[in-house]
Nanobody, 126 residues
Framework: VQLQASGGGSVQAGGSLTLSCAPSGRTFRTYSMGWFRQAPGKEREFVATWSSGDTYYANSVKGRFTVFRDSAKNTLFLQMNSLKPEDTAVYYC??????????????????????WGQGTQVTVSS
């Protein structure tokens, strides 16, 4: 299974971007997918996850980002509004194993996810 992330780019502070992530390869259906990001010189951090309709957000993005899934297309999205320079990072999508749902207490941990996309760069200028 490969995850194809797209939608990154360069915007000014206050702008918006929408990231998308779609699996390719064999037929794949997971109940938990998420977004993580990594800024230069920093560790990868949790951003948001979707788990069978439940959504979880990092405090730093709550109220500005929305994660949602198009089940028909098996695609995960991250709508990012009111972007700030500190949102600048490479954004990675992640998915749990086929037919796995990550329990709530573990949903923010990168180790809970098996498949990872290649990352898409988001740059926010002030």
């Amino acid at each position: 299974v490969q995850l194809q992330a797209s939608g990154g780019g360069s915007v000014q502070a206050g702008g918006s971007l929408t990231l998308s992530c779609a699996p390719s390869g064999r037929t794949f259906r997971t109940y938990s997918m998420g977004w993580f990001r990594q800024a230069p010189g920093k560790e990868r951090e949790f951003v948001a996850t979707w788990s069978s309709g439940d959504t979880y957000y990092a405090n730093s993005v709550k109220g500005r980002f929305t994660v949602f899934r198009d089940s028909a297309k098996n695609t995960l999205f991250l709508q990012m509004n009111s972007l700030k320079p500190e949102d600048t990072a490479v954004y990675y999508c992640a998915a749990a194993r086929d037919r796995q749902k990550v329990i709530a207490s573990l949903t923010t941990r990168a180790a809970s996810y098996t498949y990872w996309g290649q990352g898409t760069q988001v740059t926010v200028s002030s």
